[in-house]
């Protein structure tokens, strides 16, 4: 019997639950969740875990690994149309060193202070080098962007380029020896699309942030909507280094399987491609349409106008062979 | 220079944030942050993080555990004067054990469901063993119970009995032979004094739960509260079998200094005597008065009527060379 992953753990075990507050408007199994207090103040919350060896190599600069931790937790607050507000840190050390803690602290304020995020609790603890933050934001007006609402003739929209982290960690790894640090940037110190974000729900039918892949997370746009999907891989947005290794390596699935880009993935009806060049242009985020939305089910990659196969989705915990940063 | 404990680290780190939320009522350092967002509707929130070897013995059945990682968090709420109503789950695994993962959700939702608590949300990661839990209640129609608050006269109350997660640890290690299932049920399986709670606010001037050991969290009171006190030792409430083992040991100060027990201390005004004893009456919740809130600072302990030093205090994460379940 093949042991189950984590979409299929958190099916199989998290959601048998009895109990149903009046005040969850969206639970379990989207990018937040969402507490409606009153029609104009929505709050969105969400959580993420970085693990030391799993997430991230353990000698990271720890101003990047503080940024990191709460960059990943605003990626999926921008992906619900939130603003964010607060942060909540769970901060595990094996041990005391007060010159990496206080370069981890600066990091985190001072992503937390230029979108505006207040620390309001949190825990320390001793053990194996791990951070959980959990953020909150609020939605002001409309329901938060979910990942069910996609329709058929939406279009298809992906914020910056893809495959940016995915090539940095090459380059860590040493399996790829063009430097680009930018590329290193990217899967040190992502950031995430809040100010584009916060206008996502003007527009957006659904949306997700694309920690797993382009493949496996717009997969769960169209899995919760009920809906395929066509891309054009010409129309993906690439960086110039991530077209070399593209050109070099041959692999030019990369840029689709690979996670830790923090883009916005979304779509939309064709009537706010006008509302959403202004918002892109308004908070100086590059946004490119890679594709439609079509009836039926499943992604259809076309390359050089021919639909091609992916050997491998998106990175599933416990059940890849992969070790994830 | 010594190194920093964890209240230092947090003062020192953490502390010097330039953000500040409007609707942020109450921030770093209390059990619960509390964010007003109507005077009707404040919601109360909190997270705790159980470390496998740290926090609990890394064979410790998992239904037990499940119901601690949320337990913790709701006392952190009752000390708080909140309602639970929601949580968020981060857990990290080191394999894929459906069994124990069945195990791990049935102890959590089954206390879940107790006090009803949706889950709403969380993330599951590959790593050494660890869960953090968040968890978020609402204070209805008055501000949350404080530390700060406790005034000179104010009585000082105690839930439950203490000693009784020092005792099972104690038993859990060899150290103590003499069987207690009642103690070893406090230390694996906590019952946050969820429903004595949410009636704090009615009289409580100034609230913490018990975790770090009862002198460290009084003293948390005292100093946020500008107040010293008085503690009568044959006041505090101990099990026969914490009874027992301080006689057997002679070890009077492990019911001060043990921690874990998840019981509530809070003060109240004398006048508030019979509203407290109606909420004990109400809830089935033991209280006992031990001891007052004097002008000055620091807890003084009288033991036989004479004042006693303590010689070790709470634990103090990193300071400490004795290791945490």
């Not at 809906?227 to 689709?256: F, H, I, T």
């Amino acid at each position: 019997m093949q042991r189950p992953g984590e979409f299929e753990i958190i099916r199989r075990f998290f959601s048998g639950q009895r109990v149903a507050d009046v005040n969850t408007e969206i639970g379990i199994g989207d990018d937040c969740a969402v507490l409606n207090f009153t029609a104009a103040a929505r709050l969105a919350l969400t959580t993420d875990t970085l693990v030391a060896g799993i997430h991230f190599f353990s000698d990271t600069d720890p101003t990047r690994l503080g940024h990191k931790a709460l960059a990943v937790n605003l990626s999926d607050l921008a992906a619900m149309g939130a603003r964010p507000r607060w942060a909540l840190l769970a901060l595990t050390l094996p041990e005391n060193d007060p010159e990496w803690i206080a370069a981890f602290a600066q990091g985190f304020f001072r992503l937390a202070e230029r979108h505006r995020v207040q620390l309001i609790g949190g825990d320390t603890t001793r053990g194996p080098l791990a951070i959980t933050v959990h953020a909150l934001g609020t939605v002001d007006g409309r329901p938060g962007v979910k990942r069910a609402g996609a329709k058929p003739g939406d279009a298809i929209y992906l914020t910056g380029s893809i495959g940016l982290a995915g090539l940095g960690l090459r380059i860590r790894q040493g399996a790829y020896l063009v430097p680009d640090e930018e590329a290193l940037d990217r899967l040190e110190a992502p950031q995430p699309r809040t100010d584009f974000g916060i206008r996502l729900g003007e527009f957006a039918s659904a949306g997700i942030d694309v920690s797993d892949g382009l493949a496996a997370d717009l997969g769960h746009i169209l899995e919760q909507s009920s809906v395929g999907a066509e891309v054009d891989w010409e129309s993906l947005p690439l960086s110039a280094g991530v077209g070399r290794y593209v050109a070099d390596s041959g692999d030019w699935q990369m840029p689709l399987v690979a996670g830790d880009d923090y883009e916005l993935c979304f779509t939309a009806s064709p009537a706010y491609a006008q509302a959403i060049a202004s918002a892109a242009d308004a908070t100086a985020t590059p946004v490119r349409r890679i594709g439609t939305i079509r009836t039926g089910s499943g992604l259809i990659i076309r390359r050089r106008g021919r639909p091609v196969e992916l050997s491998r989705s998106g990175y599933l915990h416990f059940v890849s062979g992969e070790a994830r940063r």
